[in-house]
């Protein structure tokens, strides 16, 4: 059980994590601009022609990350994006909490109550694309600590509304930091984790999403009816200042310096996480000794015709950004609507507090059963199964009357959704290039909060029209989420390519002219053990060189 024992292993490095040790190494600055090739067959057969000592030999950052290992700077940038993203979802599911409670001292309806619904997916609808266009250009580390500071200040201004409209605002700004620390935080974990461990680690991250949504189901249980709702949003937002401060102490993900041309600063971030990993670099490691797989930071006209004009990237952001929506949509319209669709089959507020509870207790078995799936099973095929599994689950809690089925339903469709949100946010990042792909992740979180917005939107005309005691229109809404969950299940299949086993390297290449990135594994697996051979000059990468190779570049006519 490999995804245990790496589990294990975060759990007691958090305790010895020493946090200071990740400060940036030197300035944010460009220093000592080098060229940077992405004609990485040639980089590999250099590399297999030198001598033990290394010299002359060049290094792609994957080589360098896979060499270092998964170690103790990881497991405190695991803790530093795992925390941030648990705040962050906390302030955004505390609002299925609200609703009911806000209706109730504003005299406001619930259909009303969800234009604030509405406004926090718009704003993060317009933080994802910013902060992720952002962080393809500043660096993801100033997007990854502005993101939280700025949630976290809005959320606690939130709990001091006097009304919806000032509430409602301060949701909007809350939406635009929260969008952005989305689309970022899964960007940069995965840049620093080996290519062995990338799915398992990235995928077990969405624990901590699990965290926050038992956090703020738990703190309203007990505090929404004794304390009031204001304590209870101060408790969930003040977090975030404090993981604004720590995210300080990160240093900058060393693909996007060597994208950029900051060899210098990609070398002493990669030496500094050797050191704390207690690891040495690999032999001939210099900043001229590196080499980006991708040619560089793209002005904002060449990326949007990379994304959205025609090539394959198009054709992968459509059906990738079509899966979110779907998703999202299917997400958000039960979890925004979640305690009232249980109080609205009967269940008072104390127990549709409980049911949701422990619901989401379920996240954490589904979560941990796509950790140690994720790398034998590979992305894709496990998207389809939970996109099944959950619309089979929301399918079943529409149909029945039962409470006790209604629960049930609720456990396995937290279980799925958990493990479905945990694939698509190793998957998504993985099949876009470094240059694109915290945009690519902005745009596909960007149409997921379109589909929230729609799903807030239909979800209070559903109510407003089931006060007469009509509970058609409720059941209709139930209906439609298990539909998009069907509908991502064959979005999944239609996607084309799986980053199981496969460098980011080579998705880099691909972007550039190399051949298309394969989905058949075991030959992907070879390409790795390839590489990984090169990196120690071992003979055995001679009869293996040629799939290397093949993974990265075109072959010349």
């Known amino acids: 059980m490999v995804a245990e024992v790496e589990a294990v292993g975060l759990l007691s490095g958090l305790v010895s994590a020493d946090l200071p040790a990740m400060m940036m190494v030197g300035a944010d600055k460009p220093v000592g601009e080098v060229e940077m090739s992405c004609q990485v067959g040639e980089d590999q057969e250099q590399g297999q022609g030198q001598g033990q000592d290394g010299e002359g030999k060049t290094f792609l950052v994957d080589d360098v990350i896979d060499e270092v290992g998964f170690g103790k700077y990881q497991m405190q940038l695991m803790l530093l994006c795992g925390l941030g993203w648990a705040t962050d979802i906390m302030d955004l599911t505390m609002l299925s909490y609200l609703i009911p409670t806000l209706a109730r001292e504003w005299g406001d309806s619930l259909d009303q109550l969800g234009t604030a619904a509405e406004l926090t997916f718009l704003g993060m609808m317009c933080g994802s694309l910013f902060w992720g266009m952002a962080s393809d250009r500043i660096g993801r580390k100033p997007a990854f600590m502005l993101t939280s500071l700025v949630a976290s200040c809005a959320g606690l201004l939130s709990a001091t509304a006097g009304g919806l409209g000032t509430f409602a605002a301060c949701r909007f700004v809350q939406g635009f930091g929260l969008g952005g620390n989305l689309a970022v935080d899964f960007a940069i974990f ?184 994720v790398e034998r099973v590979g992305r894709r ?56 792909r915290t945009s690519a992740l902005g745009m596909c979180a960007a149409l997921a909060r379109v589909a929230a917005i729609l799903a807030s939107a239909v979800g209070g005309a559903a109510f407003a029209a089931a006060a007469d005691g009509d509970s058609a229109p409720i059941d209709w809404s139930l209906g439609v989420y298990s539909v998009t969950y069907l509908l991502c299940a064959l979005l999944a299949l239609a996607v084309g390519v799986d980053m199981t086993g496969v460098r980011l390297s080579a998705v880099d290449a691909e972007a550039d002219g190399g051949t298309a990135v394969a989905s058949r594994r075991g030959e992907e697996y070879d390409s790795l053990a390839a590489r990984d051979a090169l990196i120690h000059d071992r003979p055995a990468a001679t009869s293996a060189l040629p799939q290397a190779l093949g993974a990265c570049r075109e072959p010349q006519p």
């Open 190 to 373: 995965l840049e620093n984790i080996p290519t062995k461990s990338r799915g398992r680690m990235t995928t077990f991250l969405t624990v901590f999403a699990t965290l926050g949504s038992l956090s703020s189901a738990g703190l309203a249980w007990v505090l929404m009816e004794s304390a009031g709702w204001r304590v209870y949003v101060a408790l969930c937002c003040s977090p975030g200042l404090v993981i604004a401060g720590l995210r300080a102490f990160m240093m900058e993900s060393p693909h996007f310096l060597a994208s950029v041309g900051r060899a210098e600063e990609c070398h002493r971030v990669l030496t500094r996480v050797a050191a704390i990993n207690k690891v040495a670099l690999p032999v001939g490691l210099t900043p001229l000794s590196l080499r980006a797989s991708t040619s560089g930071r793209a002005p904002l006209r060449e990326e949007m015709r990379a994304l959205l004009g025609p090539g394959v990237l198009r054709g992968r952001l459509a059906m990738t950004g079509a899966f979110w929506f779907m998703l999202a949509y299917g997400f958000y319209g039960f979890s925004v609507w979640g305690a009232s669709y249980f109080q609205e089959r009967g269940f008072v507020a104390q127990q549709s507090y409980a049911a949701l509870f422990t619901s989401v207790a379920c996240q954490v078995p589904g979560t941990l059963t796509a950790v140690a799936l």
């Open 381 to 436: 095929p496990l998207l389809v199964a939970f996109s099944l599994g959950c619309s089979v689950s929301i399918l079943g809690f529409a149909i029945t009357s039962s409470h006790a089925t209604m629960l049930v339903s609720s456990l396995a469709l937290n279980f799925n959704t958990a493990a479905l949100w945990a694939v698509t946010y190793t998957f998504t990042p993985e099949i876009f290039p470094t240059r694109y």
